[in-house]
Every structure is written in C-alpha cells, then in structure tokens.
C-alpha cells in the first residue's frame, strides 16, 4: 500500500467543500480592498530563496537537480516570486500595485498538528507605498479577512524592526548576536535568551531591561528604553499613527504593540505584524506579514513593499476549533430513471436543470428506486427525481422530497419551479 508523503496530506470532498467555503471568502475580501490576483509557478530557481537568506536556508527547503541541471526548489513561500515577477514583468504598472495570491508552499519542517511539508498560503503583497494609512490598511486586510471568516478569538500584534534595531544597538549586539537571539524572542524563550544575554557579558540589570522591553505593549514606555532621537521619534510616531487609525477608521481594537514581533524570515525591516489564535496551542500563528525589501536585491528599481500570508490550513483549524459550522453545497436533485428505456430521457432532464443553474447528479448504475433513493441520501440531495413510463405518458416525473419523503407529480417543463 502506498501512503502520502510524510507532512503531506489528502483531502476528502467534505474538506474540499470548507476549503473551497474558505478560498472564496478571502478571495472576496482581498478583492474588496482593491487587490487583483495572481499567479506565479510552483518551482522557482534555488537562487531566488538563497539570496536573502544564504544557503543555509537549503536545509529547511525541498531543492533539487532537474534533467538540464538546473538547481530549482519548491517554493516555501510566495513573497520572493511575486518580487521576482514584479521586477521582470510589473515594474512599469502604475503605483500602488495591490496584489494577492493562493498557492501551495513546501518546507522541510518538522510534521505536526499545523505544521505540514506541504500547506497553503493566501497571502498579498502592496508595492510603491509605506505610508501610514498604506500599513493601517494592509493590516486590517488581514485582519478583516479573518474576522470575516467567522473567526472570534483572533490576536494581533504588532512590532517594528527598526525601533528594535535601537535596542539591539543600545546594548551593543553585533549581528551575529541578534541572529543567534532572534529565534529565541520570535518563540518568547525568555529564560533561554536570559542565558545567550548572559553568554553575550550583558549584566544581570541590562538583559532584564532588555526583556522587559521585548514584552512591552505600551508605546509610549519605550522612552525608558531606548534612547529616542530623530529618526527613531518620526518611526514611533508612524507606529502611533498606524495603531490610531486602525481603531479610529478599521474599528480593530484588538491589537497589541510589541517590539518582540521579530519574524522568521530575513527580508523584513520595517512595521511587522502577526496575527494568532490562542486556542491553537503550539502552531497558533494564523498571519504573519510586514514591510520588507527584496527589489533591489532582484534588480529592480528600488520602492517600498509590504505584505503578509495567512495559513490557510491553519485558519481551517482555528475555525473547527471553535466549532465554526460551515456552509454545505448540496445537490439539489438526484434524477432517477426507473428502468432502461427511461435512462435517456432522465439523462435529458438532468442536463437541462443543469443548464439552468440547478446541482444535478443522475443514476449511472442501473440501480433499483430503493437503492438509488439510498444513495440520494447519502449524497445529501434535496430531492429525487423520479423518471418513470406512466408519468412520462403524461409528459410528467414524480419528485420526492428527501426531508419529508412527500412525492409529487409534476409536469416536466416545471421541474425547476420544484427543484429550486
Ligand atoms: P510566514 O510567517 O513564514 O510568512 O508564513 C505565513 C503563514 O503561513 C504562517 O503564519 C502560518 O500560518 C503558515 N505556515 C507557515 N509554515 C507552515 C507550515 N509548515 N504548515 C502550515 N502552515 C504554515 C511568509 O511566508 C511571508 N511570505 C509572509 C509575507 C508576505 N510577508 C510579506 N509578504
């Protein structure tokens, strides 16, 4: 017997059907914000993911050889496409550019409940603006994307790289200590990260004061932190304005100001944002997105990006978690013919409900009345339409409702008054 790969997974129509549910949902709100879709392949050239992040990122990727010997990898996520798309083919395209995809993404992570090989991204990226209300509204598309879902017990918070950066200078941690301490700060390991402090010849008060200042929420206690000066006041005052117009004009009241937002991925360097659902447990980040710059390392001309990807399996599961009911697409009939000779005329009759817009399924089987009513119900059909010589002679099928079991004799040409 063969099984999928480890960290993939198969899924049923039931799952396919909320999967669907969910890609059109967030397919509409993206839209509604003014975002076009796109697509980009499922491969890329090992060298688009390598740039940023060095080769030590091979370890955590599916790459490999092809037949012509090129070095390609499965994409682990889609930000790095959609630039290398935008500085080949988008450039010249008017200013902002909102784009947004679904696709699958691949790493070689360790599998568990909300970690997969293979998992899906909705994601988007804004390029050619960072000003306020560009970040304002970018975040509350991903927040409203969720909240529209159905989801209630979501968490925002948001962070800044650069007023994090201040910190990381006032205690003088090279890069190589930041690296090695971001990991732990992205996961809240605070003890483990009092040590590689300690490691680091920080004094017992500095590391405190260094943690306290991760974790805090007010912005406006990070004075007793870090040393404000001009650049750093004009990036606390865009973090204000970005966090007042999310309450003011997105009426999202729900987020925190947390400088311990640190984020996996090397291209960030501005505002950063995740969003997470606690009854998750381990896996519980849904969204994760910020401001990011990759243009000019693919050549391009240089112009401000931001964006962020939603896990869309893990949206699924937040969703189930909180017992979310999700909307079923029936069959709206189930045509029956009774006996050989009426196997064309019912094949007629579904076709033309088709055609009208209804869900149509039809006895393939030669089955008897009583097995395929069985099978209408397990289908979940709304009705049974039953096509039969005595009612054909009066240009007539019998509909049976499946809920009630009332059967009706109804005239051919107004089935769809019955069906729909
Ligand atoms: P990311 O945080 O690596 O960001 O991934 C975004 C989301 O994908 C996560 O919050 C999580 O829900 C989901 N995810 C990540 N890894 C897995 C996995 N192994 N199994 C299941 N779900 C997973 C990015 O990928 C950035 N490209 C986001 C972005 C767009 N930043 C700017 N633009």
Redesign the pocket.
Known sequence: MYQAPR?TRDFTPEEMQKRQYVEENIRSTFQSFGYQEIQTPTFENLKLFTAKSGETIIDEIYSFTDKGGRDLALR?????P?IRFYVDKLQMRPKPLKLFYFGN?Y?Y?R?QK????E?R?A???IIGVDTPEAYAELIALSYTILEKLGLKNIQLNIGNLRILDCLFKKYKLTKKQQKYITPLIDKSQYTDLQDALKDFNLSDKNSKEFIEALQLSNINKLQGYIEINGNIEKEISKQKQIMNLLRDSFDIKNYHFKLGIV???D??TDIVF??EAPELGA?K??????G?ELIRLFGGKETP???????????ILALETEGYIFPTSRLDAYVIPVNKEMISKSLQIAQQLRKQGCIIDVDLMRRGIGKSLKYANSRNSKKAIIVGPDELKQNSVTIRDMETGEQKLVEIKNILEYIK
């Open positions: 960290g682990p996520e889609l930000t790095a959609v993404c790493r992570d599998p909300g970690r997969y090989r998992f991204q994601g988007c990226e984020r996996g991925l291209y960030y995740e969003i896996e980040q849904l969204c994760g997105g910020g990011y990006t931001a964006g962020f990807a939603i896990g869309f399996d893990r949206t």
